[in-house]
């Protein structure tokens, strides 16, 4: 295997592993002695520290390679999805974020328990942490291959999963003492890594572009290959299908349960509010998040723009423009892939590397430990605790519980690990873009949830056995309207493609509506009313 790194590239790269194994073993000095300070931070973390790390969070390898994609190919609509990221910021913070610290939950899916009993919480736990593995670890594999491409040159088997592995592996050995805590600090160092990154990429390209700024802007107005100018902001077409998934009406409507999910139900993001002082202080740091999130995603579609500009006007460009090529190796690759690998200058390709890498980590740290606190806190606790209900042994102090959470994060990390090494094979058949692909897995889990929380929060009704039946509809309505689905039970002349948005709405209503059917038993509705009085 050969290296793509000139000696700039590795200067730029040691120093960055330099730096992260200093802020590493100084983080995780301060260890934590119960399950709540391993989990939470002990509810101590300031305000725009968290904002950050949901923002570093929610920002991962596959915005740091889709975005450009995304910018290259389309326009500016991908950032009115934050219309929807407003909206359900508003609806978490008034309805879940008071009610998660009013509990003193742990994790997210501990409110269920208090509507519904302790096997819907378990449930819900699983359904996240399949979810989790399937989204985190696409995240993990995009990140893989372009490190593999850009250190050994190749995108070999042997040499992707090597990179997953020394990803996981560093991921895992950064937040394996610290907990929570560690993972925030670590998620505002990649934060500003990554961003760094961005605009070093830009200054790059806007130098190698002879055009000045106003021509620059005036060619992506008037494209020569698509109606629509590049610049669009909100594209109001009525488009259900896949190409359509970035369009107002899906922005407002599918993204908004989307990010309703992800910062309200998701244990992955949320896990970050709860570890602020108090209700007030979480729903801040997430409404910040989401400001900050706009000109950090404007940084990464200018970038595609800036490409398209680079490879597709040669007019502009006063030649032939760069050599673009959509496969590596003979697989597919992104065009921001393309001038990383053959026109980017020495120095710049080692600062991408890294920020490809502080965004993968950021997003490995996460759910490392958002994981292990389910596992923990909703599935192993629990049932430690039920085997010892009755017996003579005393139960186990709160330390036990803090190796219980390291543990769970090896087993959590052999899992995403083993999940990106599958997404090598499984996207080889998908022509989804990186951005839309590592957005769409999660609607396997988001549908159910949102079904039964919706539930829970705005109706009286449901029990233990709708709860369950919701979860399972929600998993298999979205997985009907997959494509490859479609061709096993459709004739081709009736098959249709559409966006996950739609797909998530249709699964999140089925859901619902199974989950309202039931009426609660009287213990559960007198319990939920006791609790929501206290609220």
């Not at 389309?74 to 934050?82: E, H, K, P, Q």
């Not at 929807?84 to 913070?93: D, L, N, R």
């Not at 999140?508 to 009313?529: E, G, H, M, N, S």
């Amino acid at each position: 295997m050969t290296s793509q790194f000139d000696w700039p590239d590795w200067l730029a790269f040691c120093v960055y592993i330099a730096l992260m194994s200093f802020t590493g073993w100084y983080f995780s000095q301060r260890t934590s002695n119960n399950a709540r300070d391993y989990f939470l931070a002990g509810n101590s973390m300031p305000i725009w520290m968290v904002a950050v790390s949901v923002l570093a969070t929610s920002q991962s390898a596959a915005t740091f390679l889709g975005g450009p994609d995304q910018g290259f190919r389309g326009d500016f609509s991908y950032l009115m999805t934050n219309i929807g990221a407003f909206i359900a910021a508003y609806v978490v913070a008034v309805a879940l974020i008071p009610r998660f610290y009013q509990y003193k939950v742990g994790t997210v899916y501990e409110l269920l328990e208090q509507r519904f009993g302790a096997s819907s919480k378990s449930q819900a736990s699983v359904l996240y942490l399949f979810g989790r593995v399937f989204a985190s670890g696409a995240r993990l594999y995009m990140a893989g291959i372009a490190v593999s491409m850009i250190l050994f040159a190749d995108i070999a088997a042997g040499s992707v999963i090597l990179s997953i592995l020394l990803l996981t592996m560093a991921g895992l050995a950064y937040s394996f003492v610290g907990g929570i805590r560690s993972v925030i600090y670590s998620d505002v160092i990649q934060c500003i890594v990554y961003v760094s990154a961005a605009l070093a990429v830009i200054v790059s390209l806007l130098y190698a572009i002879p055009a000045d700024f106003t021509q620059i802007m005036d060619a992506l107005a008037h494209p020569h290959d698509r109606e629509l100018s590049k610049l669009t902001l909100f594209d109001f077409r009525l488009d259900f299908t896949s190409a359509g998934v970035f369009t107002f009406w899906s922005a407002l409507i599918g993204f908004t349960l989307l990010n309703i999910a992800a910062f309200g139900l998701d244990q992955d993001i949320t896990q970050r509010m709860l570890s602020c002082k108090d209700a007030k202080s979480g729903s801040k740091a997430l409404l910040w998040s989401i400001v900050m999130v706009i000109p950090v995603m404007l940084l990464f579609i200018f970038i595609g723009m800036l490409l398209y500009i680079f490879y597709l006007r040669p007019d502009l460009m006063l030649s032939e423009g760069g050599t673009m090529s959509d496969s590596f190796s003979g697989e597919k690759i992104t065009v921001f892939m393309s001038y990383v690998l053959h026109e980017m200058p020495s120095g710049v390709r080692g600062l991408v590397t890294i920020g490809v890498v502080a965004a993968a980590l950021s997003t490995i740290n996460s759910g490392l430990n958002a994981m292990s606190s389910v596992l923990v806190q909703d599935l192993y606790r629990p049932w430690l605790e039920k085997q010892k209900q009755g017996g003579s042994k005393a139960q186990p102090a709160e330390k036990h519980y803090v190796f219980a959470g390291q543990a769970g994060m090896t087993l959590s990390a052999l899992a995403l690990s083993g999940m990106a090494i599958i997404c090598f094979y499984w996207q080889k058949s998908s022509d989804m873009p990186l951005l839309a692909f590592a957005l769409s897995v999660m609607v396997f889990s988001y549908s159910g949830l949102l079904g039964v929380y919706f539930t829970a929060l705005f109706t009286n009704r449901g029990s233990k056995t709708s709860v369950t039946w919701a979860f399972i509809a929600g998993f298999m309505v979205p997985l009907a309207l997959q494509p490859y689905t479609l061709q096993a039970y459709l004739p081709e002349s009736w098959r249709f493609d559409l966006g996950f948005t739609w797909q998530l709405c249709i699964g999140t209503l089925i859901a619902f509506f199974i989950c309202v059917a039931a009426k609660p038993c009287r213990d559960q509705q007198q319990q939920w009313k006791l609790a929501e009085q206290r609220v």
